[in-house]
């Protein structure tokens, strides 16, 4: 079902040390008040998941995508966000990097950042 319009959509992309569960960081966007994901009409509805999967890089950056049509890089030891943009659609998977660039796929487009 389709949540009433206002609703809020609260979420956190977070770290745990994988020997001891230890909560490392936490990673929180502004809360989303749609009723679906950035990008959707009701004639083109993009249901993703309200997180897409996390890349990361040999670096340890963090890249995720989240419903409200952002791509988001983090820094993995610290959970600080390093830069944002607005694709202005969600995404489904996960963004890929390769030839040193980053991959984003969303409900409406590619982006690609070199």
Do not use: H
């Given at each position: ?5 206002g ?16 909560d ?21 509805a ?69």
């Amino acid at each position: 079902p389709v949540p009433p319009q206002g609703d809020a959509f609260r979420g956190a992309v977070q770290a745990v040390d994988a020997a001891t569960g230890a909560d490392l960081w936490a990673f929180e966007p502004p809360v989303w008040r749609q009723q679906a994901c950035a990008g959707s009409t009701l004639s083109r509805a993009c249901l993703p998941d309200a997180w897409s999967n996390a890349a990361v890089s040999a670096q340890g950056v963090v890249y995720i995508g989240w419903q409200g049509g952002m791509v988001y890089a983090i820094n993995g030891t610290t959970g600080s966000e390093i830069s944002s943009y607005n694709i202005s659609s969600g995404m489904q998977g996960e963004p890929a990097i390769a030839n040193g660039a980053l991959y984003v796929v969303s409900c409406n487009r590619m982006v690609a950042f070199k």
